[in-house]
């Protein structure tokens, strides 16, 4: 591990670490994985930097956008080469792999049903939409779409090499009523069709509508 310090402003220091991974670029290393905060107070809010071996201060989100910027023609996106990637089935991911195949999807997917998730693009009122929220002003409902949506492409992800009728049928299902939930503009979003459908895009903070 390579230790550096990041200058947090005045009377604020913070010690980072990044494992080998990173790469040289114009003569100074760049932060490529992660860091390693020992302290955290305020740092969300603060401009982080580390100096190279020449003294220079950088600003790690800075040289992120450049590596973004200069590569977006190039980056390689997981729905398009996940199926290059071999996992043994007798190694750790592999075993892991077809536990999840076998027993979390449909787990997860009566999950969906019994909560009403499932049938939610079916945009018929739900009685937890009149749930006080948990963490106001943000309905417990709000990501539903979200955790279909994530549900359908993790369960895409093992169809293409493993048969389940079950999780299949589950998926064209759902995939139809997600159709059906579009409006004529293109807008897709459960909770301001179907519980708040007069304030679209007022509260772009805290409503997960983007």
């Known amino acids: 591990m390579i230790d550096g310090d990041l200058d947090l402003g005045p009377s604020k220091s913070l010690r980072w670490g990044f494992f080998e991974g990173f790469k040289r670029r114009e003569g100074h290393p760049v932060l490529r994985l992660t860091y390693s905060l020992a302290h955290t107070q305020e740092w969300q809010n603060t401009a982080m930097s580390y100096r190279d071996e020449n003294g220079v201060c950088h600003d790690p989100h800075d040289i992120a956008r450049q590596d973004n910027n200069r590569n977006a023609g190039t980056m390689a996106y ?3 080469t996940f199926d290059q990637c071999k996992v043994h089935d007798a190694g750790l991911l592999g075993r892991r792999r077809k536990a999840v195949s076998q027993n979390t ?5 009566q999950v969906l049903k019994d909560t009403g998730r499932y049938d939610a693009f079916k945009l018929d009122w739900h009685p937890s939409y009149s749930d006080p929220p948990d963490v106001p002003p943000v309905p417990n409902h709000l990501f539903w779409d979200s955790d279909i949506g994530k549900w359908i ?6 169809l293409h090499d493993t048969q389940s009728p079950e999780v299949e049928t589950a998926v064209h299902e759902l995939v ?8 004529p503009d293109g807008y897709l979003n459960i909770h301001y069709t179907v519980v708040e459908p007069g304030l679209r895009f007022t509260n772009l903070r805290d409503m997960h509508e983007l």
């Open 78 to 80: 997981p729905q398009t």
């Open 105 to 109: 999807l449909l787990y997860q997917l």
């Open 153 to 158: 492409e993790g369960a895409c992800y093992f």
């Open 176 to 183: 139809d009523m997600i159709t059906f939930a579009q409006q």
